[in-house]
């Protein structure tokens, strides 16, 4: 399993039949070193020397010791943010987008040995999220002849096992949606405390904003839904560390 990002690197995932487990990034590029500088949420920024090799026809880096919390963190969808040092370019900013990681843990829950309480699937939920928006839920405040617009409602749910979430339905007002409009999960971040996350179903999706929505997601991130934070949308980008300008937003106090 793996999730990549814009600049040529990719974030690999294993195990294997004896038991192992592990983690690397490969790169379409030659690194400087095995030098690495990764941030997982916001928690402080490590700097690491990973082993380096080219066997596989990638530059392949190595982390010294496997770290389960980082997989952990990872599949709550905390943002994965590292610094690669680049042959005759220098340092370089990776960012990882974990969208898709939960969803590929769960497809090799029973080959690897996943815990379901370490890793519980579907971000805690059944296979089915509440699809009818209770009567707090609060529509978005919409950012006016935006060409990548599509409605959004929002509200604060707790899962079947007792955490508190932040939901969303995609789509409910589909008025505002224009032709072919990008939709996923990725567009999605949320503002709190001064810092902005990414908050993602761990489901890889890409929809068609005129004929696929209305969907309901369960999201999760570096944040705590049951405090005030601000979830904004953004249209379609590649650089998930400066997204743009939001097109839309919900507050919740």
Sequence with gaps: M????????????????????????????????????????????????????????????????????????????????SQLDRYAVGIVDIGFTASGFPAAIDKTRADCGWSTDMFPPNNGWSTSYPDTPPVDAI????????????????????????????????????????????????????LQDGKRVSAVSGMDFSLSCSSQLPVTFALQGDFDASKPFVLNAYPFHLNTLNPGAPISSVAFN
Excluded at 40 to 54: F, L, M
């Design 2 to 81: 793996s999730t990549s990002s814009a600049s040529g690197a990719n974030f690999f995932v294993y195990c294997k039949n004896n038991g192992e487990k592990g983690y690397y990034i490969t790169t379409d590029f030659v690194t400087g070193s095995g030098y690495v500088r990764y941030r997982v949420g916001h928690n402080p920024i490590q700097t690491q020397t990973w082993s380096e090799s080219s066997s596989t026809g990638f530059k392949t880096l190595t982390p010294p010791s496997f770290d389960i919390n980082l997989l952990k963190q990872l599949y709550q969808n905390w943002d994965f943010l």
């Design 139 to 190: 529509e978005a405040t919409y950012v006016p002849n935006s060409p990548s617009q599509f409605g959004l409602i929002a509200w604060r749910d707790t899962n079947p096992i007792g955490a508190k979430q932040l939901l969303v339905r995609l789509g409910q007002n589909k008025s505002l949606c224009k032709g072919s409009t990008y939709i996923s999960d990725r567009l999605l971040y949320v």
